[in-house]
């Protein structure tokens, strides 16, 4: 029995997978769809703790609150989209410019490192053709950001469903046992993935918008392109932040080709990343999640292989909702225990340590 069990979950796995793969054009949008539904919710639930007056005490009402933040929320993310294709148009236009910059930096780096081996990497680098690399790329991030329409379309039906989502999942458990211990575990994930989803966005731009003061003030070019990257990139765990602070550090010295701006834009932006990474972040979250270092790894680049780019920023959120629903059946808790970080469940929700 245990053998066809364990052949069932591997068939299972291996169908669901597939699955993954194959509609990742239609899921990949949804998902981002849903992040935005919640950080709507997230902003509506904040205002509609306001009161109109202070005397009165009178709440301002929930369906304002809804149509206020959902407008909020999604000019944000189209505008968001807007700047970066713009900016990929002008990086493309300027592109020339900058190939011819990146091989004279490879033609004296040899003479730099006075290490005349190197000069193979200048003559293997004058037969790429930058342009011709980077615009099949642009192309794709460009289309890739067209999808916006489609998740605006998944908002707006998700806003429309919530109010009858409830009374269809009643009947659809039939017994209010099951449907309430259903709404528990839809309630651990509701708080920990809004309140991970809020934070995560609040920390991510703090980082972003005071490294683009840092680089504007310097005159980095496209100094808005690579905040948006530093915003977005600090999503993904661990290597995220590094490869947001690189890209730019690595551009500063094509283009300014002087070292100490190199070193004091790397001590500013670095210096950001810490402050925010090391303090705020973690005063905010309250707690980590109790994933496992190990797992967050190993998720991070299976999920990069399924969805690419969209599934490394959303794995550290998958695997904590696959750790709450594990730990609710007898059958797959061993799997949350092994995915925990401590081992110890149930799984704390985000924001319950520092409220003790």
Do not use: C
């Not at 550290?316 to 081992?343: D, M, Q, R, W, Y």
């Amino acid at each position: 029995m245990k053998s066809r069990t364990i052949a069932l979950w591997i068939i299972s796995t291996a169908v669901v997978i597939y699955f993954l793969v194959v509609a990742k054009r239609l899921l990949i949008p949804f998902v981002i769809a849903v992040a935005i539904w919640y950080l709507i919710e997230s902003l509506s639930l904040f205002i509609g703790k306001m009161s109109l007056k202070k005397k009165a005490k009178k709440k301002i009402p929930r369906w304002l609150s809804l149509i206020f933040s959902t407008l909020v929320i999604i000019g944000l993310f189209i505008g968001a989209v807007k700047i970066v294709i713009d900016t990929f148009k002008s990086m493309r236009s300027t592109l020339p410019d900058y190939e011819d910059r990146f091989q004279q930096f490879f033609n004296q780096l040899p003479d730099f490192l006075n290490f005349g081996e190197i000069e193979s990497v200048a003559d293997l680098f004058q037969e790429i053709n930058v342009a011709a690399t980077a615009g099949p790329v642009f192309d794709t991030v460009t289309n890739l950001f067209a999808s916006v329409i489609l998740v605006i379309i998944y908002v707006i039906f998700l806003l429309l469903e919530r109010n009858v989502l409830g009374v269809k999942l009643k009947n659809l458990f039939g017994e209010k046992s099951n449907y309430d211990h259903f709404r528990s575990i839809l309630s651990k994930i509701n708080e920990s993935i809004r309140t991970y989803i809020s934070v995560k966005i609040f920390t991510s731009f703090l980082t972003g918008f005071l490294s683009f003061l840092v680089m504007e003030i310097i005159g980095l070019d496209f100094a808005i392109f690579f905040a948006f990257l530093i915003f977005l990139l600090n999503f993904i765990p661990s290597i995220g932040s590094i490869t947001a602070t690189s890209l730019p550090l690595l551009f500063s010295i094509i283009q300014f080709e002087s070292l100490s701006t190199f070193i004091l834009l790397l001590i500013l932006i670095v210096g950001i990343q810490i402050i925010v990474g090391n303090y705020i972040d973690p005063l905010l979250m309250g707690s980590r999640l109790n994933i496992s270092p190990l797992v967050i790894i190993l998720s991070l680049v299976s999920w990069g292989a399924i969805w690419g780019f969209a599934g490394m920023i959303f794995s550290v959120p998958f695997t904590a909702v696959l750790i709450i629903i594990f730990n609710e059946f007898k059958e797959t808790k061993p799997i949350a225990i092994l995915l925990s970080e401590t081992g110890e469940l149930d799984v704390e929700k985000i924001g319950d340590r520092k409220n003790k």
